[in-house]
């Protein structure tokens, strides 16, 4: 879904279309973002809670989505931020900067953003359960108990997830840009969906691992 705002920001950038529009669209497809977000925390937090089943929640309480995807967005840029600045600082010190001139240094680059790729589809998950237990946003900044989590969380099973959203993801988009016109839309949508799946999927991973198990929480905040 994060693909909405991107292309109505490039199209504006770009000068294809009018300012207006352009501000109009980018600002309608940030907010189809956060709900989206949104309604995958509160898939995420059934499984938190352990709920039995799949739960599909109607969209009567976007406000509410719109909220929380809002913090999770906050929460990720902040992350975001700092993973940039770290790979800016990897790049510069081992001289990784990619030449047109020579393709192949590009490589070694190429396979270190793979691994923060995949390492932030397994972080985020333990980032937000951090937030929705504690219902402060700067407890998903907290060093200690993230780094406990970490070691709580982190098991063959997880990692084996982390990977999987990444190859699903990765498949997905190779497949439906080839489609001209529709396949991005036709990717957001996917993305959705996959998400969902994993979502849910991430929220009981991190229950399971939870020793002793962690009183529920709450829904949405």
Do not use: H
């Amino acid at each position: 879904m994060n693909l909405l705002p991107t292309l109505a920001l490039s199209a504006l950038l770009a000068g294809l279309v009018d300012p207006v529009v352009g501000g109009v669209l980018t600002v309608a497809g940030l907010a189809v973002f956060l709900v989206a977000w949104g309604y995958l925390y509160r898939v995420f937090i059934d499984g938190l809670n352990g709920t039995k089943e799949l739960v599909v929640y109607d969209w009567f309480g976007w406000r509410d989505y719109a909220l929380a995807g809002l913090w999770l967005f906050l929460i990720a840029l902040g992350y975001c931020c700092l993973a940039a600045f770290g790979l800016g600082a990897i790049i510069s010190i081992l001289g990784w900067v990619p030449s047109l001139d020579n393709p192949e240094s590009a490589g070694p680059l190429s396979f270190l953003l793979i691994i923060v790729m995949v390492f932030f589809y397994g972080f985020f998950p333990i980032v937000f359960a951090r937030y929705a237990a504690e219902q402060r946003l700067w407890a998903a900044f907290e060093p200690g108990p993230l780094w406990v989590d970490l070691k709580r969380v982190v098991s063959g099973p997880y990692i084996q997830t982390c990977f999987g959203l990444f190859g699903v993801s990765m498949m997905g988009n190779i497949v439906l840009g080839l489609l001209p016109g529709v396949g991005i839309v036709l990717a957001s949508f996917f993305w959705f969906f996959i998400m969902i799946i994993f979502a849910r999927a991430f929220g009981l991973l991190i229950r399971q691992s939870l020793a002793p198990p962690e009183p529920p929480v709450s829904s949405m905040n």
